[in-house]
């Protein structure tokens, strides 16, 4: 008999399983296949193992998953990797330009959002009590963060859209006049012309992409 492990919560859900199931999931037409690969995936399972399960245990598994991404996560401030403490971003308002640029280049997209997560979530290197600091931030960690929970990836996301402007404006009126001219700038350079409304935009299509992609 074949023992399944079925997550029960998203955090116990990677990115990088994720990832895997989306890319798979842009080239794979078949509903039977792609709710093979999705146990094979979220189950760590062999796709030799998920073809041996009766078709209505597939079918079980994949509605219990399914319910698992439709959850609206409350942000999720601190989780443990490999080890490593982290910590949600606890200064959005100070953010320098760089990871402002960043997380905005990253979060909507899918192929690069631990670009993004790397922005969001850092190793805490102080704490006392329910406070904490993260480390500096440095471009390149973001393989580091692969393997975050996805509790984690979707609740800062839903924080994100419901901040919306706000985060912009908050980002506009923290710079230097230097610093806001040029995200000024680059908000207005944008392909859409968006401007700090296609920060919105972008979290709105990600959200979409999920949504689309287990149903």
Known sequence: MIKVKIPTSLSEITLRQYKHFLKISEDVKSDNF???????????????????????????????????????????????????DYG?????????????????NNIGDWPNIERAMNVLYRPVVSKLKEKYSIAEYEVGNEADILDMPMDAVLSSVFFLWNLGMELSQVMMNSLEAEETEVLTKYLNSQENGGGINQFTVSLTALLQDLNLSLN
Not at 47 to 70: C, P, Q, R, T
């Open 88 to 104: 949600f971003h606890t200064g959005l308002d100070n953010m320098s330009l760089g990871e402002y640029i960043d997380l905005d």
């Open 34 to 84: 792609m709710n093979a690969k999705m146990v094979e995936i979220f189950c760590s399972l062999k796709l030799a193992e998920v073809m041996k399960l009766e078709v209505n245990a597939v079918d079980e598994i994949v509605e219990m998953i399914s319910k698992l991404f439709e959850q609206k996560p409350a942000l999720v401030t601190r989780f443990e990797l490999n080890g490593t």
